[in-house]
């Protein structure tokens, strides 16, 4: 059955109240300005959250009450990566399911009311919306024991209207968006061609025994049964099934075309359109009229055979596309007889209750999509966003008192929602939550979303009632009257006629008259006559008594007529004041509504103020915690490297007292063996008594230190005390030249000849040689090939402290091919110290190659360079300085190197090895 099908229900008719004594037209009923201020509804929306398919995974959604839900991100999402912190997030909605709420709960108190408008004449949309695998298709289908909304919604309407459904083929599709009506006869007629010939020629599969099946299995049907259905009128149910997949409208019931060499043709895309009311609608879409719960399965099932779903690495039956199943209910007053609709199209209502959907967001690297899979989700997560931005505009809008354009063009999906967000209908939204710890990431952008939606109002449709002039309740009025017959000939006449005959008799008999003196005919005829006569007069006697009856009834009818006028006058006195004060009520009630509204929206508002500074003392206590920690961290690492660089320089300064004894201890040593050898060349008599000085006990080397700068012995010899000298044992003699005579000379050599032989045997120690104070060469001065690695910006150093390179090679961006054919590496690097003297460190290291092809370099020494400006006014520093110190005391880093120890009233200053000024 071709038929159009829109998406947003309209009024076809012009009900109106029944305080109203003429029909509006539809253009003005649908206009803003008909539309009272301050009746607004939100957008609901409900939160669901789906069992765990194991209980021993991560949970990261806890719902904290029936409206309040929690999301404690798990510690390996990407939120505590950014933030470094769990922080607990949550939100407020209309309800929360929880993960042991039943279909039968869900459906009664999201999707029943919206059934009830339907029936009222109210429009209404409710979408599933979720990540991929939260359970929106359960929700919306459920299984053949455990029905989801939409099963059910067909359930509870047919209960609903089983008493006034009209006959098929009565309402008729206008192919421009509307219906019109037309009578029994030609119902019938199109019923004939429709249903009964074509199965006549064609028979088609018995339904009887999958009556009450849902697909192949036994299901269960609710029993609900909705009172708000009026009598006085008759109702149709109509339904369509689309999807859109790619950003394309595609009909599921629509009948492929069959080509016998390439079988079923694709499906072709259908277009939007607007009627003349503005209303959204899909252009040649097929709308189906079905009479039961079981024909509307049937085309469920037929649709969804075609629906695009796909197996993905998180749902096995993944939805490809957004599908929408729409109902719509027809309804037209009955005529004054109570029996068939009446013929008039503009007192058609029509309502419609969207039931859609949604195809979950999913990101690409959790599901592995590629190819057409992940052409589809990137078109599924544009369309989502486009609704996003539409709500988020139209919140933008009501907020600021804006008139921004919403851009529902965007995509198809908000294309054909337009209608419902500008106040045409009832809007709700049911948010499914896996509460999987893997799903924390995308649940929070889906729950902020669905929280922010319920910024948006949308105006509230008023209920049609219609109001004809015609008596209420004449459907019953009509099959009382019925009841009290029990054939057609019962209903022809108005009360039943007693059983009297009122024929003049069996004929005139048989006589045969042959002359006008005929004694035996004449008699008999005579007789007849008579007779005749006699029961014409008891017919008149018995007609005048019957009209006699029948006009009494008829003056007791009259009576009883006007009693029941008056009856019905004081009736509609008591009806116009119960509507006078139903409306005082009413409008206490939406004043008592406003101001529930107002009170609502200030908690909330406070609500939110109030999680907004909690949110912000955590914040602050957090940091507070953190600027708490990190001050006690650093103060334990000021300690630690306090105590470490104090051992450093008791350390430092041992050996450096270690070193000055042993170099001044050799000295002493090696002037006390000249005495000696004087003293032997002086007393040539007691030669064979003369005995060389023992050595000292031990014989200290010291080795050569690395660093450019050096310290002499005569600096460290002026910054010894006389204390110090005293410890080691002896005084430093002052060195004095002697000059000696070349006889004497010869003389003592002689002499000193035999004492040397005489004392070869005696293990005397070897002198140590006197110290080189001598500056080293740097280790890069062989005759290996250096790498230079100077980035661009040094500055050039005149300097007399320069690397002493033979060979190099110089670059300021190193590259793997400048390594191959050099030995050693050398960076350099510079900086500013902490009183702006610039500092160039020369970083030192071995190029080897590795297995791999490349180049590894090994630092293992690091050359400082200072430069400092003299002259430059320092801070005196407060601790006290020591007397015997040539140099400027109050530079920061000698200050650091450089330690004070008190002994009595003596004080003395050492200096680390290897530190130097500069």
Same mark, same amino acid.
Request: aromatic share 6%; net charge positive.
């Given at each position: ?271 939007? &359109? ?32 075609? &629906? ?130 893997? +799903? ?10 669905? +929280? ?59 006589? +045969? ?100 500074? +909690? ?25 630690? &490297? ?277």
């Amino acid at each position: 059955m071709e038929n159009i099908c829109y998406f947003r229900p309209k009024w076809v008719g012009s009900p109106v109240t029944n305080n109203e004594k003429t029909t509006p037209k539809v253009n003005e009923r649908r206009g803003k300005n008909s539309k009272k201020k301050g009746e607004v509804d939100p957008v609901e929306v409900y939160c669901r959250v789906r069992p765990l398919d194991n209980p021993n995974d991560s949970c990261c959604v806890k719902p904290l009450s029936t409206t309040v839900v929690q999301l404690i991100p798990p510690e390996n999402s990407l939120a505590v990566a950014r933030n470094g912190q769990i922080k607990e997030y949550q939100f407020t909605f209309q309800y929360i399911f929880d993960e042991y709420t039943s279909q039968k709960a869900v459906f009664d108190y999201v999707a029943c009311p919206l059934v009830d408008d339907l029936i009222k004449g109210k429009n209404g949309l409710l979408f599933t919306y979720g990540i991929t695998s939260s359970g929106k298709t359960y929700t919306m289908t459920g299984t053949p024991k455990d029905q989801g909304i939409l099963p059910r919604c067909l359930d509870v309407l047919f209960n609903s209207i089983s008493g006034v459904q009209a006959k098929k083929y009565v309402f008729k599709s206008d192919k421009m968006n509307g219906f019109e009506v037309q009578s029994e006869a030609d119902a019938m007629i199109e019923r004939q061609k429709r249903d009964i010939i074509p199965g006549i020629t064609t028979p088609k599969t018995p339904t009887a025994n999958r009556r009450g099946n849902f697909g192949d299995q036994e299901r269960i049907s609710d029993p609900t049964i909705l009172t708000s259905v009026d009598d006085d009128n008759q109702y149709a149910v109509f339904v369509s099934y689309i999807e859109i997949y790619n950003n394309y409208v595609y009909d599921l019931l629509e009948e492929l075309p069959y080509d016998p060499i390439t079988g079923y043709k694709p499906p072709q895309t259908k277009i939007l &359109r607007t009627d003349s009311s503005d209303c959204m609608y899909v252009m040649n879409c097929v709308e189906v009229e079905i009479t039961s719960p079981e024909e509307a399965f049937e085309v469920l099932f037929k649709g969804q055979k075609r &629906r695009k779903v796909a197996h993905t690495a998180l749902n096995a039956e993944s939805s490809r596309s957004h599908s929408i199943f729409n109902i719509r209910l027809v309804q037209a007053p009955l005529d004054p007889r109570g029996e068939e609709v009446l013929q008039d199209p503009d007192k058609i209502c029509v309502s419609q209750l969207s039931l859609v959907d949604l195809a979950g967001s999913e990101r690409t690297h959790r599901t592995k999509n590629a190819g057409d899979r992940l052409k589809e989700a990137g078109n599924i997560n544009q369309s989502l966003m486009a609704l996003r931005n539409c709500i988020e505009i139209l919140r933008e809008n009501q907020k600021n008192n804006s008139n921004k354009m919403v851009p529902y063009r965007d995509s198809k999906l908000t294309h054909l929602f337009k209608n419902y967000f500008d106040g045409e209908g009832k809007v709700r939204m049911v948010v499914c939550v896996n509460p999987k710890g893997e +799903e924390f990431d995308e649940t929070i952008h889906v729950m902020k979303f669905a +929280e922010l939606s319920q910024e948006v109002l949308i105006a509230r449709q008023q209920q049609v009632r219609f109001d004809i002039g015609l008596t209420p309740g004449r459907r019953k009025i009509n099959q009382n009257y019925k009841d009290k017959f029990k054939s057609e000939e019962d209903l022809c006449t108005p009360a039943k006629v007693p059983a009297f005959d009122f024929t003049l008799g069996p004929g005139f008999p048989p006589f +045969e008259l042959l002359r006008s003196t005929d004694d035996i005919v004449l008699p008999e005829l005579e007789k007849f006559l008579e007779e005749r006569q006699k029961r014409r007069e008891i017919l008149q006697l018995e007609l005048d008594k019957q009209n006699d009856e029948f006009r009494a009834h008829l003056v007791e009818i009259d009576r009883n007529y006007e009693q029941a006028l008056f009856q019905n006058d004081e009736l509609q006195q008591r009806v116009e004041k119960s509507e006078a004060y139903v409306q005082k009520l009413e409008s206490r009630i939406r004043s008592l509504e406003r101001r529930l509204g107002e009170n609502s929206r200030q908690t909330k508002q406070s609500e939110r103020q109030k999680r907004e500074l +909690e949110a912000m003392i955590q914040d602050k206590e957090v940091k507070i915690r953190q600027e708490k920690s990190e001050k006690e961290r650093l103060k334990n690492d000021f300690k630690a &490297r306090l105590d470490m660089n104090n051992q450093h320089w008791e350390r430092n300064l041992e050996k450096e007292r270690q070193k000055i004894e042993q170099d001044y201890g050799g000295q002493i040593w090696e002037r006390q063996q000249k005495l000696n050898m004087l003293r032997n060349i002086v007393n040539e008599t007691d030669s064979d008594s003369c005995t060389p000085m023992p050595a000292p006990r031990e014989t200290f080397r010291t080795p050569a230190p690395k660093s450019r700068t050096q310290t002499t012995p005569a600096k460290i010899l002026s910054a010894r005390s006389e204390n110090d000298m005293r410890k080691i044992g002896t005084t430093p003699t002052p060195r004095t030249r002697t000059v000696t005579t070349g006889a004497t000379l010869s003389a003592a050599r002689a002499n000193l000849r035999p004492t040397t032989k005489s004392t070869s045997t005696s293990k005397t120690p070897k002198p140590t040689p006197p110290f080189n104070p001598r500056h080293r060469r740097s280790r890069s001065s062989n005759a290996e090939i250096w790498l230079d690695h100077r980035p661009p910006g040094s500055v050039e150093l005149d300097t007399v402290l320069q690397p002493k390179i033979k060979k190099k090679k110089s670059v300021s961006k190193l590259e793997v091919k400048d390594t191959k054919e050099v030995s050693k590496y050398m960076l350099t690097h510079q900086d500013m110290d902490s009183e702006d003297n610039l500092t160039t460190q020369i970083y030192k290291g071995d190029c080897l190659p590795t297995a791999g092809g490349g180049t590894a370099v090994v630092f293992n020494d690091v050359e400082t360079l200072k430069q400092t400006s003299p002259g430059s006014r320092k801070r005196r520093s407060s601790c006290p300085q020591p007397q015997d110190y040539e140099g400027d005391w109050t530079d920061v880093e000698d200050r650091c190197n450089i330690a004070i120890e008190g002994h009595g009233n003596a004080m003395k200053r050492s200096k680390p090895n290897g530190a130097t000024r500069v």
